[in-house]
């Protein structure tokens, strides 16, 4: 059973950054996407981005374009999402999610939480404004 820690969340000022972690200490690890999601009270769980593992592909939710960028580190099995200018809207639990099945090969799938396998516990981001 694969597991998923996130970190680095926390309570921020509207414009700053916060930079969240997710990281495995399953090896070998073996996983095809990777997906950062939020939920904000009484709202619907939202895809906010994801990487491909394979090359370094991303993915991102347009609300998030040019504020965050997801990136990866291989060699320690750790997804990053680094958030710029946060609004007090982004204010959410975080989640990092693995497909490591390959269900989200499909272009319209990504976004789909339902196709991650593999899910973290979350992490609070709390913007004020």
């Known amino acids: 059973q694969v597991q998923l820690v996130e970190s680095g969340g926390g309570l921020v000022q509207a414009g700053g950054s916060l930079r969240l972690s997710c990281t495995t200490s399953?090896?070998?690890?073996?996983?095809?996407?990777m997906g950062w999601f939020r939920q904000a009270p009484g709202k619907e769980r939202e895809f906010v981005s994801a990487?491909?593992?394979?090359?370094?592909?991303?993915y991102y939710a347009d609300s998030v374009k040019g504020r965050f960028t997801i990136s990866r580190d291989n060699g320690k099995n750790t997804v990053f999402l680094q958030m710029n200018s946060l609004r007090p809207e982004d204010t959410a639990v975080y989640y990092c999610?693995?497909?490591?099945?390959?269900?989200?090969?499909?272009?319209?799938?990504?976004?789909?939480?339902?196709?991650?396998?593999?899910w973290g516990p979350g992490t609070q981001v709390s913007v004020s404004s």
């Open positions: 999610a693995a497909d490591t099945v390959g269900h989200t090969i499909a272009a319209n799938t990504r976004t789909v939480g339902g196709l991650y396998d593999h």
């Open positions: 399953e090896r070998p690890f073996s996983v095809y996407l």
């Open positions: 990487i491909r593992w394979r090359d370094g592909t991303t």
